[in-house]
């Protein structure tokens, strides 16, 4: 900003801390007394960035509220990177660390969680469902890392999934069959794939009277069914509170009647509570970060070892194959498109 929209800014907070008054009444007082003999335009070019600065989200406003764009980051200061497609991009803009901490703070105030040196990392769900990523030093060189993945408007079904050519109609007819017959199912991928918005798709593909609890790290699942109950983790609290894992919600969520469990994603110990609640007979969907769907099975399996150093790899291996009857694989290819590559189905004698 220059040095006029600052002064206004810097004048607008001090009158909002000093008598109480909202900051859009102080941001228009200073700028009525500080542009009079201004046009319309001339102060609306200065009223914008002074009020992203004191109540929006900065510079990164404009991005988040562009629907085009598909994930946005930053590596330093005066710099946002965004992507849109297949393509990445780039800006310069006068975006300074105080200010990008001052906006990360606003950004984690809806959703409890924090970020400081004793914890360096946060992982955040925003107001329209987004994903925040935070990383910041020590852990990082000598800038903070910000990545926005932006909430895709629309809970997606297989249908729209179809129109966008993620799926075939011959890979939706068996999903829709594997979801109405209570099969376990897992996708797998890697990043960006479209694994969560596979799963949702699942789960919006369900029958009205199902009752799903979901369990993820982050809130991201955003479904259309009428009996869910999301459950998130949470990081202990410098008041004392407790932190609470995968693994106790997942036991937590066998206490709450459900249809069917989702864990977001399977990622640590978690694996073996997941596996003793599908062999229960609880259906269940998940999703994995795996190469195929071979992988996926396997790496699933050496999760669960995690749980115990007293599990040996062929139990593990057999709860896999007693639990898992469907493997959906994910892919992004170059041009960032999404599509399921391969669905495998095991058969039990």
């Given at each position: 900003?220059?040095?006029?929209?600052?002064?206004?800014?810097?004048?607008?907070?001090?009158?909002?801390?000093?008598?109480g008054l909202p900051v859009e009444d102080s941001l228009n007082q200073g700028i009525a007394e500080t542009s009079e003999n201004l046009t319309i335009?001339?102060?609306?070019?200065?009223?914008?960035?002074?009020?992203?600065?004191?109540?929006?989200?900065?510079?990164?406003?404009?991005?988040?509220?562009?629907?085009?764009?598909?994930?946005?980051?930053i590596n330093r200061p005066n710099e946002i990177r965004f992507a849109v497609g297949d393509k990445n991009h780039v800006i310069n803009v006068d975006f300074e660390a105080q200010q990008i901490e001052a906006v990360v703070e606003r950004l984690l105030r809806s959703s409890g969680r924090r970020i400081d040196r004793s914890s360096p990392f946060v992982d955040a769900g925003l107001a329209d469902g987004s994903r925040l990523h935070v990383v910041i030093p020590t852990v990082t060189r000598a800038d903070w890392s910000i990545n926005i993945r932006?909430?895709?408007?629309?809970?997606?079904?297989?249908?729209?999934?179809?129109?966008?050519?993620?799926?075939?109609?011959?890979?939706?007819?068996?999903?829709k069959s594997a979801v109405a017959t209570g099969k376990n199912i897992l996708v797998s991928g890697a990043t960006q794939a479209g694994k969560t918005t596979l799963l949702t798709a699942l789960i919006n593909a369900a029958d009205d009277g199902q009752r799903f609890v979901t369990i993820e790290?982050?809130?991201?699942?955003?479904?259309?069914?009428?009996?869910?109950?999301?459950?998130?983790?949470?990081?202990?609290?410098?008041?004392?509170?407790?932190?609470?894992?995968?693994?106790r919600l997942v036991r937590e969520a066998l206490r709450m009647r459900p249809s069917r469990i989702v864990v977001g994603e399977v990622r640590g110990a978690e694996a073996l509570d997941l596996l003793l609640a599908l062999n229960s007979g609880i259906p269940g969907l998940s999703t994995i970060?795996?190469?195929s769907a071979a992988s996926a099975l396997e790496k699933l399996s050496s999760l669960a070892l995690l749980a115990s150093s007293s599990l040996s790899a062929e139990f593990a291996k057999s709860l896999v194959q007693s639990a898992v009857d469907v493997v959906v694989h994910c892919q992004n290819d170059r041009q960032s498109h999404r599509k399921v590559a391969e669905i495998l189905e095991l058969h039990r004698d």
């Amino acid at each position: 900003m220059n040095q006029t929209a600052t002064f206004i800014a810097q004048q607008a907070r001090g009158r909002a801390l000093l008598f109480g008054l909202p900051v859009e009444d102080s941001l228009n007082q200073g700028i009525a007394e500080t542009s009079e003999n201004l046009t319309i335009l001339q102060s609306e070019l200065i009223r914008r960035p002074i009020q992203e600065r004191l109540t929006g989200f900065g510079p990164l406003q404009s991005l988040l509220d562009d629907p085009t764009i598909e994930e946005v980051w930053i590596n330093r200061p005066n710099e946002i990177r965004f992507a849109v497609g297949d393509k990445n991009h780039v800006i310069n803009v006068d975006f300074e660390a105080q200010q990008i901490e001052a906006v990360v703070e606003r950004l984690l105030r809806s959703s409890g969680r924090r970020i400081d040196r004793s914890s360096p990392f946060v992982d955040a769900g925003l107001a329209d469902g987004s994903r925040l990523h935070v990383v910041i030093p020590t852990v990082t060189r000598a800038d903070w890392s910000i990545n926005i993945r932006k909430f895709r408007s629309g809970s997606a079904d297989l249908a729209w999934l179809e129109s966008v050519k993620m799926i075939t109609p011959q890979q939706s007819t068996l999903l829709k069959s594997a979801v109405a017959t209570g099969k376990n199912i897992l996708v797998s991928g890697a990043t960006q794939a479209g694994k969560t918005t596979l799963l949702t798709a699942l789960i919006n593909a369900a029958d009205d009277g199902q009752r799903f609890v979901t369990i993820e790290d982050t809130f991201e699942i955003s479904s259309g069914a009428s009996d869910l109950v999301a459950l998130q983790t949470r990081e202990a609290t410098p008041d004392g509170a407790q932190s609470i894992d995968m693994r106790r919600l997942v036991r937590e969520a066998l206490r709450m009647r459900p249809s069917r469990i989702v864990v977001g994603e399977v990622r640590g110990a978690e694996a073996l509570d997941l596996l003793l609640a599908l062999n229960s007979g609880i259906p269940g969907l998940s999703t994995i970060h795996a190469n195929s769907a071979a992988s996926a099975l396997e790496k699933l399996s050496s999760l669960a070892l995690l749980a115990s150093s007293s599990l040996s790899a062929e139990f593990a291996k057999s709860l896999v194959q007693s639990a898992v009857d469907v493997v959906v694989h994910c892919q992004n290819d170059r041009q960032s498109h999404r599509k399921v590559a391969e669905i495998l189905e095991l058969h039990r004698d």
